[in-house]
């Protein structure tokens, strides 16, 4: 897609917004069992809503995949490629969702997982899988996945 209609992903602003959430929920140890749960159930009612319709004569193109069980969905237009994830070398003492790099292409990728974040259990030790290779025409980072999903 090109045009006044793409706009570019500030990858310093994810990640900056990313170590912001990370700090916040690390700081929320002091919340009653009963007041997280109300804050987790609100999160939950809020994404099960359908995403809003995209704007008249542009589609909305998804990659999707799965991971614990779940499917989830990416814009496409971040979607670099889904590739098999090969002999990760983990990073011990790494702040969670980073849990892992590998060589891709002649560099170094960052890999993350999102169980950490979604309160899943960690993935197995040595566990194979997908990655989700995202970026802007060059990649900045991984996701691990389970299984590749689908072009929607």
Known sequence: MSGPMRSRVDWDDVHRRM???LRAVAGGGDASPDAARE????????????????AEGGALRLVTFSLAGET??????????MARLERPTPLPGA???????????????????LRALL????RAEGAGGWMVVLGEGAPALALAADAPGEFR
């Not at 987790?40 to 995209?54: C, G, I, S, T, Y």
């Not at 309160?119 to 960690?122: F, Q, R, T, V």
């Open 19 to 21: 170590e912001a959430m």
């Open 39 to 54: 804050v987790l159930e609100a999160r939950a009612r809020a994404l099960a809503e359908p995403p809003p319709a995209p």
């Open 72 to 81: 989830y969905a990416l814009e496409s237009r971040h979607v670099v490629e």
């Open 95 to 113: 702040a969670p969702p980073l849990f892992a790099v590998t060589a891709w292409r002649g560099e170094l990728l960052g890999i993350h997982d």
């Open 119 to 122: 309160g899943l259990a960690p």
